[in-house]
């Protein structure tokens, strides 16, 4: 049987893990189809759509896999389920 404790972590959990997906699919497929536009803007003598393909969803890959850890740690140990 569910314990109120459980339904609430596994909500944060599932909260946590859509949150993830959608940022994953924008800058994963969102950025890149409106290349054409964001070739207009120029970064460090560079467009932002080349930029975003060749580094910057890299980068926002990696910065949300830290967030999530740290997020999906916080959840962890308010319910108390964290590793030692």
């Not at 909260?15 to 994963?28: A, D, E, H, I, T």
């Not at 980068?59 to 108390?80: C, K, P, S, T, Y």
């Amino acid at each position: 049987m569910a314990t109120p404790d459980r339904i609430s972590y596994w909500s944060k959990t599932k909260s946590l893990m859509f949150v993830m997906l959608g940022l994953w699919v924008f800058f994963g497929y969102v950025i890149h189809m409106f290349v054409e536009q964001l070739n207009s803007i120029v970064i460090f003598g560079f467009p932002l759509g080349f930029y975003m393909a060749a580094q910057g969803s890299l980068i926002a890959f990696v910065v949300m896999l830290f967030w999530f850890a740290r997020r999906q740690n916080a959840i962890d140990e308010e319910h108390g389920v964290h590793e030692d």
